[in-house]
T-cell receptor, first 116, second 110 residues
Framework: DSGVTQTPKHLITATGQRVTLRCSPR?????VYWYQQSLDQGLQFLIQYYNGEERAKGNILERFSAQQFPDLHSELNLSSLELGDSALYFCASSPTWSSGSKNEQFFGPGTRLTVL | GENVEQHPSTLSVQEGDSAVIKCTYS??????FPWYKQELGKRPQLIID?????GEKKDQRIAVTLNKTAKHFSLHITETQPEDSAVYFC?????????FGTGTRLTVIP
């Protein structure tokens, strides 16, 4: 168990709908990262938050948005869902982010999203 | 940003043989190189990492080597076992996040 929690574990919805995925980082970790992993694909970095502020953006669609709250949990919002959005969505956390630190990321168990 | 390439994409070995997975990176300032193992349907888990001030690090049957001049690093698994079967990802740091390789699916044949 990495200490990172994600809910829900599974989510089945229809095209055009909107869903929210939730992540709670490890105690003390300030950085949260979101990744998308489609079937048999690698880890696509979506977005990073650090202590409540957006820090970096990857290949995140405009239909997707995220935020990190004062208690450091994070939510990823996916709207106008398409079939191709079906994937595993992972959240990861790390204590901080600086060139001098180890920067190890701890992954949550993931949310499997199925869009029908 | 950082560009990480990983080879091979699939690798099959007989139980007891060694497996080697290689990655290259583009940013010469990168200083931390982790390897993650992902079993089917599970989360990626860190199995070993190396910082740029050393050339090799070992942990039981796994080892990672780093060649900063050539900008490549490799994962070595010796005496492979069926439970080593998984997808392995290398990564290198960018300014604010890790850039992951595309993954290697390792199959250990009993």
């Amino acid at each position: 168990d990495s200490g990172v929690t994600q809910t829900p574990k599974h989510l089945i919805t229809a095209t055009g709908q909107r869903v929210t995925l939730r992540c709670s980082p490890r105690s003390g970790d300030l950085s949260v990262y979101w990744y998308q992993q489609s079937l048999d694909q690698g880890l696509q970095f979506l977005i990073q938050y650090y202590n409540g502020e957006e820090r970096a953006k990857g290949n995140i669609l405009e239909r997707f948005s995220a935020q990190q709250f004062p208690d450091l949990h994070s939510e990823l919002n996916l709207s106008s869902l398409e079939l191709g959005d079906s994937a595993l969505y992972f959240c990861a956390s790390s204590p901080t982010w600086s060139s001098g630190s180890k920067n190890e990321q701890f992954f949550g168990p993931g949310t499997r999203l199925t869009v029908l | 940003g950082e560009n990480v390439e990983q080879h091979p994409s699939t690798l099959s070995v007989q139980e007891g043989d060694s497996a080697v997975i290689k990655c290259t990176y583009s940013d010469s300032a990168s200083n931390y190189f982790p390897w993650y193992k992902q079993e089917l349907g599970k989360r990626p888990q860190l199995i070993i990492d190396i910082r740029s001030n050393v050339g090799e690090k070992k942990d039981q049957r796994i080892a990672v080597t780093l060649n900063k001049t050539a900008k490549h690093f490799s994962l070595h698994i010796t005496e492979t076992q069926p439970e080593d079967s998984a997808v392995y990802f290398c990564a290198a740091p960018g300014a604010n996040n890790l850039f992951f390789g595309t993954g290697t699916r390792l199959t250990v044949i009993p």
